[in-house]
């Protein structure tokens, strides 16, 4: 059983930063890929950014060059660092790994922006 633990999120003005955290219970070089997803209530739950094992990254259009996402396998760590954030960025933020036909969720973190 694979455990993803989210962290790092919190309440901020709009134009702050957050960086988000997710650590998984298994060695990280397993999964092919890692993600994280957001879901605003009554939306479904979306693609933000995503990082292969290579370390090929992919960014939803509403967050190229505000979010990063960028991975530490000595740690077994995966990092979303949100600048600029915006009202709209606030919804529930998931870890995501996908080891072949496997995916696994983290709980989530919630992270809200005021304007």
């Known amino acids: 059983q694979v455990q993803l633990v989210e962290s790092g999120g919190g309440l901020v003005q709009a134009g702050g930063s957050l960086r988000l955290s997710c650590t998984t219970s298994?060695?990280?070089?397993?999964?092919?890929?890692m993600a994280w997803y957001r879901q605003a209530p009554g939306k479904q739950r979306d693609l933000v950014a995503s990082i292969t094992n290579t370390g090929r990254t992919n960014y939803a259009e509403a967050v190229k060059g505000r979010f990063t996402i960028s991975r530490d396998d000595a740690k077994d760590t995966v990092y979303l660092q949100m600048n600029n954030l915006k009202p709209e960025d606030t919804a529930r933020y998931y870890c995501n790994a996908v080891e072949i036909v496997f995916s696994y969720w983290g709980r989530g973190t919630q992270v809200t922006v005021s304007s």
């Open positions: 298994r060695s990280m070089s397993v999964f092919s890929a």
